[in-house]
């Protein structure tokens, strides 16, 4: 497992434009959260919105996920995408470097701190794109895992 280091951030709220999905299996989530993102993209696009910052994957469960990304102004609700404040927080965050494949040691490795620091996790998992093109080299990406928690 990879060397992490976690931290307690305090995260602020952010107005996002999403759409969430139950993804059939964990082979399909790559093109599932592709076709996600490009959806939310359109959508912001076609209310004249603005994106102002990087994607975020929230997991409601192992396949329920949520593309997001934030967004300058309020926007009318779609079909599919809604339009809502992530709520911010205390978090606690790691930062990946490196391709998608191996966010599970990343992951363990957040859990573990959580539990050994006298945290409890209170809400999804997400996933903030700081660093990320979907034609880019995935050793480039950077990713920060984050967890909203409180003491327990």
């Not at 993804?23 to 993209?41: C, H, K, Q, T």
């Not at 102002?52 to 396949?63: A, C, F, M, N």
Request: hydrophobic share 35%; glycine share 12%.
């Amino acid at each position: 497992m990879a060397d992490y280091e976690v931290e307690i951030k305090s995260v602020e709220p952010v107005l996002v434009a999403s759409c969430r999905e139950s993804i059939p299996d964990f082979g399909a989530i790559g093109s599932a959260m592709n076709r996600l993102y490009n959806e939310v993209v359109s959508y912001i696009g076609e209310q004249n919105g603005n994106i102002v910052g990087p994607g975020i994957t929230i997991w409601h469960d192992s396949l329920d996920a949520e593309a997001a990304l934030p967004v300058d102004k309020p926007l009318p609700e779609g079909d599919r995408v809604g339009v809502r404040e992530l709520p911010g927080g205390e978090m606690a965050c790691l930062v990946h470097h490196g391709p998608f494949d191996g966010f599970r040691g990343a992951y363990e490795a957040v859990r573990h701190w959580i539990r050994e620091n006298g945290y409890r996790i209170t809400g999804p998992g997400r996933e903030v794109y700081l660093k990320f093109a979907p034609d880019g080299n995935p050793e480039d990406f950077v990713t920060e895992i984050r967890f909203p928690v409180a003491k327990t």
